[in-house]
Nanobody, 125 residues
């Protein structure tokens, strides 16, 4: 059974940093695509960053390029999202998602089969 657990959310002031973690278990981690998504109240879910672990290709939505970085710790089966220079508009619930193999649209939620429970990020001005 696939299991994803996010952690690391919190409240920070604009300009601050947070690192989100997604611990994965229950499947062959090394050949998966994993993504970070966010959803703010009243807004649609948005793909933020994604990576194909098998080929180590990374993808970012334009609004976070240069500020967010997705990374891996293969020994811990964990994917991280380092978020720097946070802005109030980054406030949202952040979710980790996973899917077997490579996905053609890594920043689209429909590409993923499994989701974590989410971790809240709040950025104040």
């Amino acid at each position: 059974q696939v299991h994803l657990v996010e952690s690391g959310g919190g409240s920070v002031q604009a300009g601050g940093s947070l690192r989100l973690s997604c611990a994965a278990s229950g499947y062959t981690y090394a050949r998966n695509s994993m993504g970070w998504f966010r959803q703010a109240p009243g807004k649609q879910r948005e793909g933020v960053a994604a990576t194909y672990i098998g080929g180590r290709a990374d993808y970012y939505v334009d609004s976070v390029k240069g500020r967010f970085t997705i990374s891996l710790d293969n020994a811990k089966n964990t994917v991280y999202l380092q978020m720097n220079s946070l802005k109030p508009e980054d406030t949202a619930m952040y979710y980790c998602a996973a899917s077997p193999g490579w996905v053609s649209r890594p920043l689209e939620g429909t590409a993923y089969n499994d989701w974590g429970q989410g971790t809240q990020v709040t950025v104040s001005s």
